[in-house]
């Protein structure tokens, strides 16, 4: 039988991978075209708010009796200490998002859309 605390746990790490699949495929319907521009930025501020919270948790004191109070009932105690496992996962995201298609999609616009066909020669007789 699971602890209360592995289930909490459990359940935070469960609902946290189900809500990044969630933004991922609702980015991939919503923005199609610019679908991976958005989710580099998208990952590139979650990485800067990760290591924001590091920073603050090991240099403000109040910061941190404020991330255990919060976080304590699903966190390691050794978590409080060093840099979480989760900055590392979103500075991998950041690192490796460009590797993945060309780097040069995500500073260059998308090509103007091609002009209008003109209309066809049995429509313009007609007209």
Not at 64 to 74: D, N, Q
């Amino acid at each position: 039988m699971l602890r209360r605390f592995k289930r909490l746990r459990t359940a935070y790490h469960v609902t946290s991978g189900l809500t990044i699949v969630g933004m991922v495929k609702y980015t991939q319907f919503h923005f199609e075209g610019e679908g991976y521009a958005f989710r580099f930025w998208l990952a590139l501020v979650a990485c800067g708010m990760s290591w924001c919270a590091e920073f603050l948790k090991h240099r403000v004191p109040w910061f941190k009796r404020i991330m255990k109070r919060t976080l304590g009932p699903i966190a390691h105690e050794s978590e409080f200490h060093t840099v979480n496992s989760a900055t590392w996962f979103m500075t991998g995201l950041v690192v490796r998002f460009p590797c993945r298609r060309c780097r040069h999609r995500l500073l260059t616009p998308p090509p103007p859309p091609p002009p209008p066909l003109p209309p066809h020669r049995s429509l313009a007789a007609a007209g």
